[in-house]
């Protein structure tokens, strides 16, 4: 694959070019890394990971996000691999203690006539430290043996860690109970009567909600992580129409029942970015895998499978809840 196959790979990938995805992907790195390194108790600054996608712009002027950034883009470039598949430890060998940033070639196209290789030894050493850091990083779940620490999985990894990236998932499941809750205790109270186009959409939603089961059952092959994660994501859209197409209340706000779908859908939104990952990363390969449950556990870090499970259990308790609403 020669340089313009390898960027068109990026941008099938991801949207974007392979500059553009390291620098995006560089953010996130420093990111966690200063946030780890303020200590518990200590104002949290604002979260690069809130940006909108890999298509933010890059903000020059940082010597330790960009040359992350372009130490990340040539080790891609050297390799011919896209960026995410960068395994960290690779990346660190580049970190010689006491070198200078190299300003020579290969450099992007964005980055020629920039001051983007300038800097120190300093500078340098400053890019090893957070690449030690994700490599050393304490998770929720122990990495499987032998899986190498890609730049992609290690992003996907700290996207699903609780109470990181303005998304802490469990925070945003134990909403969607809470508005189960709320709706049960308006009802009992009388406070809230639903409607029939209230039932009926309760009814219409939670057929389709209940995900499989997780193991193989009655000779059927138990469904593939990107399979569960669509059945999530789609189940995100259904709700989120669902709970526009419902009356509000009284003041204007969205009713007991379109919260319930708006919060059980913002659940499961929170897997969109990891499952168009995983499936672009998927499409890449030059040929499909021969064994595609041991490519998902190269790709897919546990805490990730956990979040996957989490949502599952909470979309059962969402399922059962409209079940008794349109039987009521």
């Not at 919260?259 to 499952?275: E, G, I, P, Q, Y």
């Amino acid at each position: 694959m020669g340089v313009e196959g390898w960027e068109s790979a990026h941008q099938v990938a991801y949207g974007c070019g392979a500059w553009e995805r390291a620098c995006h992907q560089a953010r996130l790195l420093v990111a966690w890394h200063d946030e780890c390194a303020l200590g518990f108790g200590a104002p949290v600054p604002r979260r690069f990971l809130a940006d909108a996608g890999p298509r933010v712009k890059w903000p020059w002027g940082s010597p330790t996000h960009s040359l992350l950034g372009l130490l990340l883009w040539r080790a891609a470039h050297e390799a011919v691999v896209l960026v995410d598949e960068v395994r960290l430890v690779d990346a660190l060998r580049h970190c010689v203690e006491g070198a200078e940033p190299r300003d020579t070639e290969p450099l992007p196209d964005a980055a020629r006539g920039t001051a983007l290789g300038a800097g120190s030894a300093a500078s340098v050493a400053r890019v090893g430290n957070v690449l030690r850091a994700h490599l050393t990083a304490d998770v929720p779940r122990p990495r499987p043996a032998g899986v190498p620490l890609t730049l992609g999985y290690r992003v996907r990894e700290m996207r699903a860690t609780p109470d990181w990236e303005l998304g802490d998932w469990p925070a945003a499941h134990a909403l969607a109970r809470r508005a189960m809750g709320r709706a049960d205790d308006l009802r009992e109270q009388g406070t809230w009567r639903p409607t029939d186009q209230e039932r009926s959409s309760a009814a219409r939603i939670g057929r389709d909600l209940e995900p499989p089961g997780r193991t193989a059952a009655f000779g059927c092959p138990a469904p593939s992580w990107p399979e569960r994660a669509a059945r999530l994501v789609d189940a995100a859209a259904a709700l989120s129409v669902a709970a526009s197409e419902l009356p509000g209340d009284a003041p204007g706000g969205p009713g007991p029942l379109a919260r319930v779908f708006d919060a059980a859908a913002d659940a499961c939104a929170r897997l969109r970015a990891d499952k168009e990952e995983i499936d672009a990363l998927w499409a890449a390969e030059p040929r499909e895998p021969a064994d595609p449950a041991s490519w998902e556990l190269s790709h897919l870090p546990g805490v990730l499978l956990e979040q996957t499970e989490e949502t599952e259990d909470l979309m059962r308790a969402v399922a059962v809840f409209l079940w008794v609403l349109a039987c009521s």
